[in-house]
């Protein structure tokens, strides 16, 4: 048993997203070099994260609270369009699509994606909250747009939610459509894949 | 003046696409190492490359002639859809379209796109040769699709032909479509460009 | 002022070495996402990091002490090598040399290099320290081991070091030896730099 | 049995170092669009590659030769240091060692290094000229010095030439020297390989 707070955090640090042995290192060696002020402010921010962050019982967004809102920014503005709600892998999605200034609805963000052959796929996707949302939702909602990855694991979690959402789709007459596919920015045809050109061709215009 | 042929052709190879003044050189030094009829067979194919591959008079493709016929495999081939013609920059684009096998139309190559602000546009493709080709099909052809790179020098080109195919389109009235733009395999939504998620929402279904 | 804990944290991960605007944010939704206890776990273990950790008085190195040793545990082992000290920059220095296991004399820790046309040198690194360490070891002292970087800002605290120590190397007789340069393990000739080359020539044995 | 001289010259240029299936392409569409009087002058140059390049007798580099001299400006230059002969590999590994401005005695070029366990090293080296030079330099040559890559095939060469060379070594009483081993160029410690901090260490001074 090491009780050595150094090779501790190095090994805590190391879970984080892209993290390596030697990079969690130098984080340990850059706090222990760093102002005092900075590992205070990092301790009391991670407490505070906790208690006021709050996930947003609508979309599932984290938000920062004041205590006085109980939902996110977007969920509360009652202005957005209604007939709309787009399905996100995860929060920092959100960006992208902001800045692209063309989607004037509402998000839900599912958590993760449904590997292939996952057995358990409502452990890794938060379907309930997705499904109370669209009933909560169906007097103005017209269509669920389903933006995710177009990798192996988006496709498959789209032909699961197709599923799983089959049955609210047809009850309140609901369009689902997916974000469309075709030529990206900046794309070459001599380096471009067999499918995204399928895609281009089926939907040039 | 320097005569000398390790350096003369090491300067030569330097001219090939992707290829600097250290690889150019380690060309020259396979070429002193290699079997001579290695070399022999090399220049052989340079002198058979005018004399063989002629260009097609109709697409502009390179093609392996072997005097009997005068145009490409594609453009020889009447079985194919002639309501459709797609516009390419370049021989190697054709693979790829190939490999999808979406399309069953036949092909016009630019040979170049048109960089923006460029004075001399009709100089960097050619313009002459489509005009004739699309004059010479009108009878058949309803749509011409634009499959020319994503990035700048592309969309200038797409802008270019716009403007110069005008009158034959309203005068044949011809459809004049783009491949589609959108999310292409494999792209996360969290970094993908504003861009290529505008077109994206847009072109949904 | 943004009062909001999500980016705030961010901001503080941007500052941990080589971390950038987007993988910032990613640490703090795997955070928000993980096991609670993996939080406290983490605010604890950077309370602890200031209390538990020490630095060597002899040799800087920060360690995890149990307040019975004032002192790191190479410098605590007395059967190393009294006649040699080498000089690195910083803790994570250690554990190639310790890898080589060439090395059995003591180390020092700089904590800094000092940058070309600096003002200020002294600020940089830990010389005071350093200076006493070698007063204090004097009577076995035999040479000192400069072991830093081979690059602009290395070779510049090298000189730094030689003028600082020239008075304490001749009062005591020391050596002042550096790492020996050369060509690095899977070098080619090749695409080896002239300084090397020239290292390696004059070096060659 | 393809006749296609576009596909013929593509396979023929793949076999050029770093040259991929797609490259390969894109340098006869190089060729089928440049200027006739570029493809006629690479015709030109690949024919005179043979007849006006020789191969040194002594230190066996390629050069281009004006027919009045056999041998290569180095080895024709008898002010140099006869007291030494460096070891290379290939002659593209002569220019970094002349930039260097360190060595002034004349070359041997092996052509290859010996892979690990191959069964015929003397196929891989030019060995039997190697010796030739020795023993016509004898008289004066002092030392051998090993000039080659410092990985697995690299070392299995050296081992290779110091068995070769042992008889000769020893009957004319030459000292067989190595490049030096240490930290190359812009090395940092904390990226360093154990062998290389060794060999460092040992070669510190």
């Known amino acids: 048993m090491s009780l050595d707070p150094i090779n501790e955090l190095a090994e805590l640090f190391r879970r984080l997203p892209g993290i390596g042995p030697r ?3 130098r984080f340990v060696y850059y706090l222990l070099n760093a102002d005092p002020a900075t590992v205070t402010k990092l301790t009391d921010l991670l407490g505070r994260l906790r208690s006021q962050v709050k996930q947003c019982p609508d979309c599932q967004i984290y938000f920062a609270s004041d205590n006085k809102n109980e939902r996110c920014i977007t969920c509360r503005d009652t202005t957005r369009d209604h007939s709309l709600l787009m399905i996100m892998e995860k929060d920092v999605d959100l960006e992208p699509m902001r800045r692209a200034g063309v989607y004037s609805g509402y998000y839900f963000f599912l958590g993760g994606l449904v590997p292939i052959l996952d057995k358990e796929p409502a452990r890794r996707v938060r379907l309930a909250a997705l499904l109370r ?9 017209k269509e669920i747009i389903i933006a995710l990855a177009t990798n192996g694991e988006g496709e498959n979690t789209v032909d699961y939610l197709r599923q799983s959402l089959k049955s609210l789709v047809e009850k309140y007459d609901l369009k689902l459509s ?4 075709g030529l990206s920015t900046n794309s070459e045809l001599e380096y471009t894949d067999p499918e995204t050109i ?4 089926k939907n040039r215009g």
Chains 1, 2, 3, 4 share one sequence.
Not at 133 to 141: A, C, D, H, R
Not at 178 to 181: A, M, T
């Open 133 to 141: 949302l669209i009933e909560s939702k169906n007097k103005e909602l």
């Open 198 to 201: 399928s895609y281009a061709f």
């Open 23 to 25: 990079q969690a290192k």
């Open 178 to 181: 997916l974000l469309g596919r």
